[in-house]
């Protein structure tokens, strides 16, 4: 068990101290203390806390990170942003099923192109382009411009065997990003299976 600290810590000329939890981590705790006693209230330096802590797991140690956006993310049920950083840490580590648990809830809360657009990814690399195609045309539906967008449903319906519309889809970042990454090999392997049709 972690040993918890007491840290005293002057502000405006007076000291308060630290309330005690129980944080998995001591670094946790220093900086819990840090922001409760230089603002508001107990709610938000919590939450801004989670936010910081995360951040600095982002890099080095992303389980750690996974864990305190998912603390954020139940603390906070109002908010998509929680369950979209978790997800992306759970897609680093490669914990699919859970990422995509966490995206739904970030699109039931609120509408995000980036988040169902991650969906559609995940399904795809699941091998489920006929569930991931809904989801990326919603994600078209709010950013009707994305290269990346086009490339993901290029894929879903090469996937499906939707040639004429894989070739529009491929058509569209040629024309509008040309250098997007795989696009090039994308429309190759494309205009290969439309040509070896009967």
Same mark, same amino acid.
């Given at each position: 068990?972690?040993?918890?600290?007491?840290?005293?810590?002057?502000?405006?000329?007076?000291?308060?101290?630290?309330?005690?939890? @129980?944080?998995?981590f001591?670094?946790?705790?220093? $900086?819990?203390?840090?922001?409760?006693?230089n603002?508001?209230?107990?709610?938000?330096?919590?939450?801004?806390?989670?936010?910081?802590?995360?951040?600095?797991?982002?890099?080095?140690?992303?389980?750690?990170?996974?864990?305190?956006?998912?603390?954020?993310?139940?603390?906070?049920?109002? @908010?998509?942003?929680?369950?979209? =950083?978790?997800?992306?840490?759970?897609?680093?580590?490669?914990?699919?099923?859970?990422?995509?648990?966490?995206?739904?809830?970030a699109?039931?809360?609120?509408? @995000?192109?980036?988040?169902?657009?991650?969906?559609?990814?995940?399904?795809?690399?699941?091998?489920?382009?006929?569930?991931?195609?809904?989801?990326?045309?919603?994600?078209?539906?709010?950013?009707?411009?994305?290269?990346? $967008?086009?490339?993901? $449903?290029?894929?879903?319906? =090469?996937?499906?065997?939707?040639?004429?519309?894989?070739?529009q889809?491929?058509?569209?970042?040629?024309? @509008?990003?040309?250098? =997007?990454?795989?696009?090039?090999?994308?429309?190759?392997?494309?205009?290969?299976?439309?040509?070896?049709?009967?």
């Amino acid at each position: 068990m972690i040993e918890l600290i007491e840290i005293r810590l002057a502000v405006s000329n007076r000291t308060r101290r630290c309330r005690k939890r @129980n944080f998995r981590f001591p670094t946790l705790q220093i $900086l819990w203390c840090n922001w409760f006693a230089n603002s508001g209230s107990e709610k938000s330096n919590w939450e801004a806390m989670h936010v910081k802590a995360a951040e600095l797991f982002r890099s080095r140690e992303q389980g750690k990170a996974a864990a305190e956006y998912r603390a954020l993310a139940i603390a906070s049920e109002i @908010n998509p942003s929680p369950y979209i =950083f978790l997800a992306d840490m759970l897609i680093r580590l490669q914990q699919f099923d859970e990422a995509l648990a966490a995206l739904k809830k970030a699109v039931a809360i609120e509408p @995000n192109a980036a988040a169902y657009q991650q969906i559609g990814r995940i399904l795809l690399l699941q091998k489920q382009p006929s569930l991931a195609l809904p989801y990326l045309q919603q994600a078209l539906q709010l950013q009707p411009d994305n290269p990346g $967008l086009y490339f993901d $449903l290029a894929r879903t319906w =090469f996937l499906q065997g939707d040639l004429p519309r894989a070739n529009q889809a491929i058509q569209f970042v040629l024309q @509008n990003a040309p250098d =997007f990454p795989n696009a090039q090999q994308l429309a190759h392997i494309i205009t290969s299976a439309i040509e070896q049709q009967p």
